[in-house]
């Protein structure tokens, strides 16, 4: 399945504008590679049906970091992931249809995917994709992004926000940026120390 799905499906090459290039040449199968923004701008979308296949399908494989031993490859199956992130989505981070996810988190992570993409889909939220480093080009840039795309929710490890606390720790940067918007703040992976818990409250 694998294997079939690496050669024949299409895929998107988005240019990022800091990065000026061309995209598409001679050299690329155009039937395979397509560019975002023209395939945005396209006047007519095809339609296809739906496929249905058992809950048990294999969804991805998620691998532990290796931090306690070899990495792990856990295979996750479509219907118990949609269940378990649709529950947690809802109840324990609190995002609905009218929410803004954010999760300074890098993708690639386990919860990355989970929480950046499958959950707020599942939830039919919106959510902010961030690549970059919460440090970069200040220890205020996270507090930008929950200004500038006015979000509801953040999901944020305990670790990622000891290190903005460790630059910011008067919270200047945070008492600069508009952030009446976030109305739920998880913070997740370690246990939260009381020092970090009590400088975000």
Same mark, same amino acid.
């Given at each position: 399945?694998?294997?079939? +799905?690496?050669?024949?499906?299409?895929?998107?090459?988005?240019?990022?504008?800091?990065?000026?290039?061309?995209?598409?040449?001679?050299?690329?199968?155009?039937?395979?590679?397509?560019?975002?923004?023209?395939?945005?701008?396209?006047?007519?979308? $095809?339609?296809?049906?739906?496929?249905?296949?058992?809950?048990?399908?294999?969804?991805?494989?998620?691998?532990? %970091?290796? @931090?306690?031993?070899?990495?792990?490859?856990?295979?996750?199956?479509?219907?118990?992931?949609?269940? +378990?992130?649709?529950? +947690?989505?809802?109840?324990?981070?609190?995002?609905?249809?009218?929410?803004?996810?954010?999760?300074?988190?890098?993708?690639?992570?386990?919860?990355?995917?989970?929480?950046?993409?499958?959950?707020?889909?599942?939830?039919?939220?919106?959510?902010?994709?961030?690549?970059? $480093?919460?440090?970069?080009?200040?220890?205020?840039?996270?507090?930008?992004?929950?200004?500038?795309?006015?979000?509801?929710?953040?999901?944020?490890?305990?670790?990622?926000?000891?290190?903005?606390?460790?630059?910011?720790? $008067?919270?200047?940067?945070?008492?600069? @940026?508009?952030?009446? %918007?976030?109305?739920?703040?998880?913070?997740?992976?370690?246990?939260?120390?009381?020092?970090?818990?009590?400088?975000?409250?």
């Amino acid at each position: 399945m694998c294997k079939k +799905a690496n050669k024949d499906c299409p895929r998107l090459i988005y240019q990022r504008a800091e990065l000026k290039g061309i995209l598409l040449d001679d050299t690329i199968d155009e039937e395979k590679y397509h560019d975002y923004k023209t395939f945005l701008e396209e006047d007519e979308w $095809d339609e296809d049906d739906c496929d249905f296949f058992p809950s048990t399908q294999p969804l991805c494989v998620s691998y532990t %970091s290796g @931090a306690t031993g070899p990495p792990k490859g856990i295979m996750r199956d479509h219907g118990g992931t949609a269940v +378990a992130l649709n529950y +947690a989505m809802k109840n324990i981070f609190n995002v609905g249809e009218e929410s803004v996810h954010f999760a300074a988190c890098n993708m690639a992570w386990d919860v990355g995917h989970n929480f950046m993409v499958y959950g707020p889909l599942l939830r039919c939220a919106k959510t902010v994709i961030w690549e970059g $480093d919460c440090l970069y080009p200040d220890p205020g840039v996270i507090w930008a992004v929950v200004e500038q795309h006015k979000v509801t929710n953040m999901y944020i490890n305990i670790s990622t926000l000891r290190e903005v606390k460790q630059h910011d720790y $008067d919270g200047e940067l945070i008492k600069n @940026a508009e952030t009446d %918007s976030l109305k739920t703040l998880c913070l997740v992976g370690e246990r939260g120390d009381p020092d970090t818990v009590n400088w975000i409250h």
